[in-house]
């Protein structure tokens, strides 16, 4: 895949931003942004997203997770899995999880960042199918995260 020059998504109130393919694709979304293939190409309906929450003082990453993929929309969602990892110099969560949306097979990876008050979710989402296809835009994502230091 070509990176360059390439795009970047920005969560801008999180001070968080990734590298993003150059023709993807940006929205805001609730509580972040979402960069996405362009129309009518293979990665369509492969997303990257920021998405930044607040929660309460005793909350842990597991239950922010579990919180967010035990929606009714989201089917038969598998657990997640997690483990600690490096996303750009920010240690994290990361996590898998295989589900199931509008009867699509899906795959999510990502990483929770603790980045005080929020806890901060960059994770890539794509069709079970062409998973391994573009797997690699958020390889880079975690490669090339940014985080805009506390001050």
Do not use: K
Not at 58 to 83: C, K, Q, T, V
Not at 115 to 124: G, K, M, N, T
């Amino acid at each position: 895949m070509q990176w360059l020059p390439e795009g970047w998504l920005l969560h801008e109130e999180a001070g968080v931003a990734v590298a993003v393919p150059p023709n993807w694709h940006t929205q805001r979304a609730t509580t972040g942004v979402v960069a996405g293939g362009e129309e009518g190409s293979p990665a369509y309906y492969t997303t990257l997203a920021i998405q930044a929450v607040r929660p309460a003082p005793n909350a842990r990453f597991a239950d922010i997770l579990r919180a967010a993929y035990e929606h009714p929309a989201i089917g038969d969602s598998m657990p997640p899995r997690y483990e600690p990892c490096v996303a750009g110099d920010v240690l994290g969560l990361c996590y898998s999880i295989e589900m199931t949306v509008f009867a699509e097979p899906r795959r999510r990876l990502g990483v929770l960042l603790d980045l005080a008050p929020y806890v901060v979710d960059v994770s890539f989402t794509a069709p079970a199918a062409d998973y391994a296809d573009h797997v690699d835009v958020f390889e880079r994502a975690l490669a090339t995260l940014y985080v805009e230091p506390a001050g």
